[in-house]
Structures are given as C-alpha cells and as structure tokens.
Nanobody, 121 residues
Framework: QVQLVESGGGLVQAGGSLRLSCAAS????????MGWYRQAPGKQRELVAG???????NYADSVKGRFTISRDNAKNTVYLQMNSLKPEDTAVYYC???????????????WGKGTLVTVSS
C-alpha cells in the first residue's frame, strides 16, 4: 500500500505564504498524477492543483497566479507553494496520488489525512 503524509499547514495572516509538502511512501513502482485538494467547512472537496509525472500542471481558477505545485519524483514528494493567501483559502488540504505497486498493476488512488491551513484576515 501507499501512504501519503502531508506537512506544512498552519495559521497565517492574509497576504502571507505557506508551503505544503506531501511525501509518498510504501510499495511504489511509479506515481502518475499527484495533486492537492481542499475542503472548507460546509463545502465540497475541490481540486486546487495537479501535476503529472512529466511536470504538466493545472490549477483551479481561484488559485492561479498565487499557488505553485511542483514535485520531486526521486523523493515521491509533491509541494504546494501558496502565496498571497486569502481568508477564503482556509481549508483542510489533502494530498492525492495515483500510484501503482508493480509495473503491470493498475494505478490506484490514494489520499493523505489532510493538513489544516487557516488564513486570518
């Protein structure tokens, strides 16, 4: 199985920055897409940003120009640099990865437990 562990959340003032990290461990042959989702209180989980194994990225419109996703394939780690944070960015941020344990096995989706980001006004 694959475990995803997020870190880097916390409390920050509006306009500030945070950097989230997510490390994948366990039986991993390869990881395809890695991404960050978030869920604010009373709202559905939404995609924040995703990155492919070759570095192609996509972002939610609400974070374009402020957030940057990157990954280190050698470390099976994905990052989310969050700048110009707004109170509406407050949410639990979850790491997501499509990974497979063997060369011929199917990709499976894995989730981290989440890290809380709170942006004060």
């Amino acid at each position: 199985q694959v475990q995803l562990v997020e870190s880097g959340g916390g409390l920050v003032q509006a306009g500030g920055s945070l950097r989230l990290s997510c490390a994948a461990s366990g039986r991993i042959f390869s990881i395809n897409i890695m991404g960050w989702y978030r869920q604010a209180p009373g709202k559905q989980r939404e995609l924040v940003a995703g990155i492919s194994s070759v570095g192609s990225t996509n972002y939610a419109d609400s974070v374009k120009g402020r957030f940057t996703i990157s990954r280190d394939n050698a470390k099976n780690t994905v990052y989310l640099q969050m700048n110009s944070l707004k109170p509406e960015d407050t949410a639990v941020y979850y790491c997501n990865a499509d990974a497979r344990a063997r060369a011929l096995s199917a990709y499976m989706e894995y989730w981290g437990k989440g890290t809380l980001v709170t942006v004060s006004s």
